[in-house]
């Protein structure tokens, strides 16, 4: 059974990031976008760490910090950051692996 | 001694402390920087008079003064104005929205000249914060909308900017800036300005 991670506070802050987000998009320089996306995956994150039923806990504060760290570099090295973004993706899918390898299938 | 005398006392010494303590323009300018890491020592009213108070001074086309200032800290108000602002970083004490008042028939002209005072009410707050030890962040990234809705803002008022406030236990490394050379010219642009 799959833990509760977010509290309904929680899912209400992300839901105003991501609808704030939406509204400044149509505004904002093009790339902002990909910013605010990945601004937002911290921010869920975050969340997550903050409950103590999370599962995967290290594996969140591992893409937490390398969020962190590496999300200004579209203002400064755009190849850099789409490297960065590539590599989180290609990790999140490598866990999704991981996971579903030791997850019984639902049949 | 008193207590009119020893109340005057304490006044001129909480004058002479202020002036102490405030900083000379140009190094204010220079060691300022974005700060997002506050602390949670609350920013006293009179700090905060006192930066509104310099907004106040900066310079206003025409003298129309279109500015409006809002100063939140109430927690829950600040909650939501920091939930629908995604441009907001850290946990600041104070945010102080600045609003361009608009006349009925405002011009893009209008608009832009209130906008260019806006701006520039911004760096006198943080200048003023900063001389007092506060530090600042100016943000544009909010929905302007959700504002409008969460501080009832009438018609014809209009978010423009937002300064975020609080004391900082630390201040970041200041980043690079071009050189003058590169930027200033001497008459006409190309001819590099020399120190």
């Known amino acids: ?107 | 001694m008193d207590r009119r005398a020893e109340k005057l006392v304490v006044v001129c010494l909480a004058q002479w402390l202020r002036k102490e303590i405030t900083m000379d323009t140009l190094e204010a300018i220079r060691r300022r920087r974005r700060v997002v890491n506050f602390t949670d020592r609350p920013i006293e009213q009179s700090a905060m008079t006192d930066i509104l108070a310099a907004a106040r001074w900066g310079p206003s086309a025409g003298n129309q003064q279109r500015w409006r200032f809002i100063v939140v800290t109430e927690p829950e108000t600040k909650e939501m104005i920091c939930d629908v602002s995604p441009g907001i970083y850290g946990t600041p004490m104070a945010i102080i929205v600045i609003c361009m008042k608009q006349r009925a028939r405002s011009s893009k002209w209008d608009y832009w000249i209130a906008a260019c005072e806006v701006g520039i009410a911004a760096q006198t707050i943080a200048l003023a914060a900063f001389s007092l030890g506060i530090g600042s962040c100016m943000v544009v990234s909010f929905a302007k909308e959700a504002v409008e809705q969460i501080l009832d803002l009438p018609e014809g008022v209009e978010p423009s900017l937002f300064v975020t406030l609080g004391y900082h236990s630390e201040l970041p490394e200041p980043p690079e800036r071009l050189p003058l050379s590169e930027i200033a010219f001497e008459e006409r642009y190309g001819k590099r300005w020399k120190a």
């Open chain 1, 1 to 107: 059974m799959n833990p509760k991670v977010l509290t309904e506070d929680q899912a209400f802050k992300l839901l105003a990031f991501l609808v704030t987000s939406a509204r400044l998009c149509v505004v904002e320089p093009e790339n902002y976008g990909t910013f605010r996306l990945i601004d937002a995956a911290s921010r869920l994150l975050g969340f997550l760490l903050e409950n103590e039923e999370a599962r995967d806990r290290d594996f969140y504060a591992h893409l937490q910090r390398e969020i962190e760290d590496n999300k200004l570099l579209l203002l400064s090295d755009e190849e850099a950051y789409t490297q960065f973004v590539g590599d989180a993706a290609r990790e999140i899918a490598r866990r999704m692996k991981t996971k579903s390898a030791a997850q019984p299938i639902d049949v």
